[in-house]
Protein backbone atom coordinates (compact mmCIF):
# COMPACT_ATOMS: atom_id res chain seq x y z
CA UNK A 1 0.00 0.00 0.00
CA UNK A 2 2.64 2.32 -1.06
CA UNK A 3 0.47 4.90 -2.40
CA UNK A 4 -2.28 4.56 0.67
CA UNK A 5 -4.48 7.79 0.59
CA UNK A 6 -2.73 9.70 -2.54
CA UNK A 7 -5.34 10.72 -4.87
CA UNK A 8 -3.80 10.75 -8.58
CA UNK A 9 -5.28 11.71 -12.00
CA UNK A 10 -4.12 9.54 -15.12
CA UNK A 11 -4.52 10.51 -18.64
CA UNK A 12 -4.63 8.16 -21.15
CA UNK A 13 -5.88 5.65 -18.34
CA UNK A 14 -8.64 3.56 -20.16
CA UNK A 15 -6.21 1.62 -22.28
CA UNK A 16 -2.04 0.10 -22.00
CA UNK A 17 0.24 1.81 -19.79
CA UNK A 18 -2.08 3.73 -18.34
CA UNK A 19 -4.43 1.36 -17.81
CA UNK A 20 -1.92 -0.64 -16.25
CA UNK A 21 -0.72 2.22 -13.90
CA UNK A 22 -4.49 3.26 -12.46
CA UNK A 23 -4.83 -0.80 -11.76
CA UNK A 24 -1.01 -0.89 -9.84
CA UNK A 25 -1.89 2.66 -8.13
CA UNK A 26 -5.59 1.29 -7.39
CA UNK A 27 -3.65 -1.92 -5.60
CA UNK A 28 -0.99 0.09 -4.08
CA UNK A 29 -4.10 2.08 -2.22
CA UNK A 30 -4.27 5.11 -4.29
CA UNK A 31 -7.29 7.01 -5.38
CA UNK A 32 -7.94 7.36 -8.98
CA UNK A 33 -9.63 9.99 -11.70
CA UNK A 34 -9.04 7.60 -14.61
CA UNK A 35 -8.77 10.67 -17.62
CA UNK A 36 -9.49 9.47 -21.18
CA UNK A 37 -10.68 10.66 -24.25
CA UNK A 38 -12.83 7.44 -25.28
CA UNK A 39 -15.99 7.59 -22.80
CA UNK A 40 -16.65 3.96 -23.21
CA UNK A 41 -13.23 2.55 -22.31
CA UNK A 42 -13.34 5.37 -19.12
CA UNK A 43 -16.49 3.53 -18.18
CA UNK A 44 -15.24 0.37 -18.45
CA UNK A 45 -11.80 1.27 -16.64
CA UNK A 46 -13.50 2.70 -14.04
CA UNK A 47 -16.26 -0.80 -13.46
CA UNK A 48 -13.15 -2.91 -13.45
CA UNK A 49 -10.94 -0.95 -10.90
CA UNK A 50 -13.98 -0.85 -8.46
CA UNK A 51 -14.37 -4.47 -9.08
CA UNK A 52 -11.13 -5.18 -7.72
CA UNK A 53 -11.89 -3.23 -4.54
CA UNK A 54 -10.35 0.12 -5.44
CA UNK A 55 -11.56 3.90 -4.93
CA UNK A 56 -12.03 5.34 -8.86
CA UNK A 57 -14.14 7.73 -10.68
CA UNK A 58 -14.31 8.41 -14.67
CA UNK A 59 -13.53 11.64 -16.70
CA UNK A 60 -14.23 12.15 -20.64
CA UNK A 61 -11.36 14.64 -21.05
CA UNK A 62 -9.48 15.71 -24.05
CA UNK A 63 -6.16 16.67 -22.70
CA UNK A 64 -5.85 19.40 -25.71
CA UNK A 65 -9.19 20.97 -24.31
CA UNK A 66 -8.40 23.19 -21.35
CA UNK A 67 -12.41 23.84 -20.10
CA UNK A 68 -12.67 20.02 -20.03
CA UNK A 69 -9.72 19.79 -17.94
CA UNK A 70 -10.28 22.32 -15.39
CA UNK A 71 -13.67 20.67 -14.86
CA UNK A 72 -11.72 17.15 -14.17
CA UNK A 73 -9.18 18.61 -11.60
CA UNK A 74 -12.14 20.93 -9.84
CA UNK A 75 -13.69 17.45 -9.32
CA UNK A 76 -11.31 15.61 -8.47
CA UNK A 77 -10.49 18.57 -5.77
CA UNK A 78 -14.31 18.64 -4.29
CA UNK A 79 -14.24 15.04 -4.19
CA UNK A 80 -11.24 14.17 -2.19
CA UNK A 81 -9.90 17.60 -1.58
CA UNK A 82 -6.50 17.39 -2.53
CA UNK A 83 -4.29 16.24 -5.78
CA UNK A 84 -1.33 14.23 -4.70
CA UNK A 85 0.20 12.49 -8.20
CA UNK A 86 -0.39 13.75 -11.75
CA UNK A 87 0.21 10.72 -14.76
CA UNK A 88 0.28 12.69 -18.08
CA UNK A 89 0.28 9.35 -19.85
CA UNK A 90 -2.03 10.24 -22.49
CA UNK A 91 0.27 9.71 -26.40
CA UNK A 92 -0.62 9.03 -29.67
CA UNK A 93 1.61 8.36 -32.75
CA UNK A 94 0.87 9.31 -36.40
CA UNK A 95 3.72 8.16 -37.98
CA UNK A 96 5.42 9.71 -41.11
CA UNK A 97 8.79 10.38 -43.03
CA UNK A 98 9.67 13.95 -42.68
CA UNK A 99 9.39 14.17 -46.66
CA UNK A 100 5.61 13.66 -46.26
CA UNK A 101 4.42 14.15 -42.88
CA UNK A 102 1.60 16.77 -42.85
CA UNK A 103 0.85 19.53 -40.51
CA UNK A 104 -2.25 18.16 -39.30
CA UNK A 105 0.24 14.94 -38.22
CA UNK A 106 2.91 17.34 -37.24
CA UNK A 107 0.39 19.34 -34.98
CA UNK A 108 -2.29 16.74 -33.65
CA UNK A 109 0.72 14.53 -32.13
CA UNK A 110 2.44 18.41 -30.42
CA UNK A 111 -0.85 18.96 -29.32
CA UNK A 112 -1.75 16.07 -27.17
CA UNK A 113 1.74 14.26 -26.78
CA UNK A 114 3.40 18.02 -25.73
CA UNK A 115 0.51 20.60 -25.38
CA UNK A 116 -1.48 17.94 -23.60
CA UNK A 117 1.39 17.54 -20.77
CA UNK A 118 1.77 21.55 -20.70
CA UNK A 119 -2.36 21.80 -20.42
CA UNK A 120 -2.87 19.04 -17.58
CA UNK A 121 0.73 19.93 -15.56
CA UNK A 122 -0.58 23.60 -15.75
CA UNK A 123 -4.00 22.94 -14.30
CA UNK A 124 -2.64 20.59 -11.17
CA UNK A 125 0.67 23.25 -10.33
CA UNK A 126 -1.44 25.77 -8.06
CA UNK A 127 -2.93 22.75 -5.99
CA UNK A 128 0.50 21.09 -5.47
CA UNK A 129 2.16 24.48 -4.53
CA UNK A 130 -0.70 24.99 -1.94
CA UNK A 131 -0.40 21.76 -0.51
CA UNK A 132 3.18 22.21 -0.26
CA UNK A 133 3.70 18.77 -2.27
CA UNK A 134 2.98 16.78 -5.28
CA UNK A 135 4.02 14.60 -8.35
CA UNK A 136 4.21 14.91 -11.70
CA UNK A 137 5.11 12.02 -13.84
CA UNK A 138 5.40 12.37 -17.42
CA UNK A 139 5.14 9.56 -20.58
CA UNK A 140 8.17 10.40 -23.11
CA UNK A 141 10.32 7.60 -24.78
CA UNK A 142 13.53 6.39 -26.24
CA UNK A 143 11.80 8.23 -28.97
CA UNK A 144 12.38 11.31 -26.89
CA UNK A 145 16.02 10.62 -25.89
CA UNK A 146 17.44 8.80 -29.02
CA UNK A 147 15.16 9.97 -31.88
CA UNK A 148 13.57 7.39 -34.43
CA UNK A 149 12.95 6.63 -38.05
CA UNK A 150 9.49 8.61 -39.23
CA UNK A 151 8.52 10.33 -35.83
CA UNK A 152 9.69 13.76 -36.48
CA UNK A 153 6.50 15.00 -34.44
CA UNK A 154 6.65 12.18 -32.14
CA UNK A 155 10.50 12.56 -31.48
CA UNK A 156 9.99 16.15 -30.49
CA UNK A 157 6.83 15.55 -28.18
CA UNK A 158 9.16 13.14 -26.07
CA UNK A 159 11.98 15.26 -25.87
CA UNK A 160 9.75 17.76 -25.28
CA UNK A 161 8.54 16.18 -22.47
CA UNK A 162 12.02 15.76 -20.55
CA UNK A 163 12.83 19.54 -21.45
CA UNK A 164 9.46 20.29 -19.00
CA UNK A 165 10.60 17.47 -16.59
CA UNK A 166 14.28 19.23 -15.79
CA UNK A 167 12.03 22.53 -15.97
CA UNK A 168 9.49 21.57 -13.44
CA UNK A 169 12.09 20.19 -11.48
CA UNK A 170 14.11 23.18 -10.85
CA UNK A 171 10.89 25.60 -10.63
CA UNK A 172 9.34 23.63 -8.22
CA UNK A 173 11.83 21.48 -6.29
CA UNK A 174 11.63 23.21 -3.11
CA UNK A 175 7.76 24.05 -3.10
CA UNK A 176 7.88 19.89 -2.03
CA UNK A 177 6.87 19.06 -6.34
CA UNK A 178 8.57 16.51 -8.13
CA UNK A 179 8.49 16.10 -11.66
CA UNK A 180 10.02 12.89 -13.56
CA UNK A 181 9.76 11.67 -17.05
CA UNK A 182 9.35 7.51 -17.76
CA UNK A 183 11.11 6.57 -21.25
CA UNK A 184 9.71 3.10 -22.48
CA UNK A 185 11.28 1.28 -24.73
CA UNK A 186 9.09 -1.71 -26.77
CA UNK A 187 5.58 -2.07 -24.80
CA UNK A 188 2.98 -4.31 -25.61
CA UNK A 189 -0.27 -2.17 -25.72
CA UNK A 190 -2.63 -1.07 -28.40
CA UNK A 191 -0.53 1.93 -29.22
CA UNK A 192 1.67 -0.27 -31.37
CA UNK A 193 -2.14 -2.01 -33.29
CA UNK A 194 -1.35 -0.80 -36.95
CA UNK A 195 2.08 -2.17 -36.85
CA UNK A 196 2.79 -5.35 -38.99
CA UNK A 197 4.10 -8.66 -37.16
CA UNK A 198 6.78 -8.82 -39.09
CA UNK A 199 8.08 -5.35 -38.05
CA UNK A 200 7.11 -6.29 -34.16
CA UNK A 201 9.09 -9.41 -34.46
CA UNK A 202 12.35 -7.61 -35.50
CA UNK A 203 12.04 -4.76 -33.06
CA UNK A 204 11.82 -7.91 -30.33
CA UNK A 205 14.94 -8.94 -31.53
CA UNK A 206 16.97 -5.50 -31.09
CA UNK A 207 16.14 -6.06 -27.19
CA UNK A 208 18.74 -7.79 -25.58
CA UNK A 209 15.49 -9.61 -23.35
CA UNK A 210 13.92 -10.10 -27.06
CA UNK A 211 10.82 -8.85 -25.36
CA UNK A 212 8.63 -6.25 -25.18
CA UNK A 213 7.58 -5.06 -21.81
CA UNK A 214 3.93 -5.71 -20.73
CA UNK A 215 1.83 -2.45 -19.40
CA UNK A 216 2.40 -4.09 -15.84
CA UNK A 217 6.20 -3.05 -16.44
CA UNK A 218 5.78 0.43 -17.09
CA UNK A 219 3.39 0.91 -14.25
CA UNK A 220 5.69 -0.37 -11.68
CA UNK A 221 8.23 2.50 -12.67
CA UNK A 222 5.14 4.96 -12.73
CA UNK A 223 4.24 3.61 -9.18
CA UNK A 224 7.52 3.75 -7.19
CA UNK A 225 8.04 7.28 -9.11
CA UNK A 226 4.84 8.05 -7.10
CA UNK A 227 5.72 6.76 -3.92
CA UNK A 228 7.14 8.21 -0.86
CA UNK A 229 9.84 5.75 -1.75
CA UNK A 230 10.79 8.21 -4.50
CA UNK A 231 10.92 11.13 -2.53
CA UNK A 232 14.94 12.57 -3.59
CA UNK A 233 14.13 11.12 -7.91
CA UNK A 234 13.37 14.87 -9.39
CA UNK A 235 14.31 15.65 -12.61
CA UNK A 236 15.35 12.22 -13.87
CA UNK A 237 14.49 10.80 -18.00
CA UNK A 238 14.43 6.92 -16.71
CA UNK A 239 15.10 5.06 -19.20
CA UNK A 240 12.94 1.64 -19.27
CA UNK A 241 13.85 -0.41 -22.25
CA UNK A 242 14.68 -4.11 -21.24
CA UNK A 243 17.97 -2.90 -22.32
CA UNK A 244 16.90 -1.57 -26.04
CA UNK A 245 19.28 1.41 -26.71
CA UNK A 246 22.94 -0.32 -25.40
P1 LIG B 1 -2.59 3.34 -25.86
O1 LIG B 1 -2.98 3.75 -27.23
O2 LIG B 1 -2.84 1.95 -25.40
O3 LIG B 1 -3.25 4.32 -24.78
C1 LIG B 1 -3.27 5.72 -24.95
C2 LIG B 1 -4.54 6.23 -24.32
O4 LIG B 1 -4.53 7.68 -24.48
C3 LIG B 1 -5.82 5.73 -25.01
O5 LIG B 1 -6.74 5.23 -24.05
C4 LIG B 1 -6.37 6.96 -25.71
O6 LIG B 1 -7.80 6.97 -25.78
C5 LIG B 1 -5.85 8.08 -24.81
N1 LIG B 1 -5.81 9.37 -25.51
C6 LIG B 1 -5.42 9.60 -26.78
N2 LIG B 1 -5.60 10.90 -27.08
C7 LIG B 1 -6.11 11.49 -25.97
C8 LIG B 1 -6.52 12.82 -25.66
N3 LIG B 1 -6.45 13.80 -26.58
N4 LIG B 1 -6.99 13.09 -24.42
C9 LIG B 1 -7.09 12.10 -23.50
N5 LIG B 1 -6.73 10.81 -23.74
C10 LIG B 1 -6.25 10.52 -24.97
O7 LIG B 1 -1.02 3.72 -25.73
P2 LIG B 1 0.14 3.24 -24.72
O8 LIG B 1 1.09 2.41 -25.49
O9 LIG B 1 -0.41 2.76 -23.45
O10 LIG B 1 0.89 4.65 -24.51
C11 LIG B 1 0.79 5.42 -23.33
C12 LIG B 1 1.92 6.45 -23.34
O11 LIG B 1 3.19 5.77 -23.34
C13 LIG B 1 1.93 7.35 -24.57
O12 LIG B 1 2.27 8.67 -24.20
C14 LIG B 1 3.01 6.75 -25.44
O13 LIG B 1 3.58 7.71 -26.31
C15 LIG B 1 3.99 6.28 -24.40
N6 LIG B 1 4.89 5.22 -24.89
C16 LIG B 1 4.38 4.03 -25.35
C17 LIG B 1 5.29 3.05 -25.83
C18 LIG B 1 4.83 1.73 -26.37
O14 LIG B 1 5.65 1.00 -26.95
N7 LIG B 1 3.57 1.34 -26.21
C19 LIG B 1 6.67 3.32 -25.82
C20 LIG B 1 7.12 4.54 -25.34
C21 LIG B 1 6.22 5.48 -24.87
Redesign the pocket.
Same mark, same amino acid.
Given at each position: MRLKGKVAII??????? @??ATAEKFVAEGAIVAV????PD %?VEAAVAALRAAGGEAAGYR????DKAQIADMVGDVKARYGRIDVLVN?????MDAQLAKMTDEQFDKVID??LK @?VYNCARAVVDTMIAQGSGVILN %?????GVYGNFGQTN?AAS?FGVIGFVKTWAKELGKKGIRANAV??????????RSMPEKVIQAMEERVPMRR??Q?EE?ANVYAFLASDEASYINGAAIEVTGGLTL
Open positions: TGAASGI @GLCDIN %AVDVTNAGIVIN @G %ASSVVYKCPGFVATPILMAPI
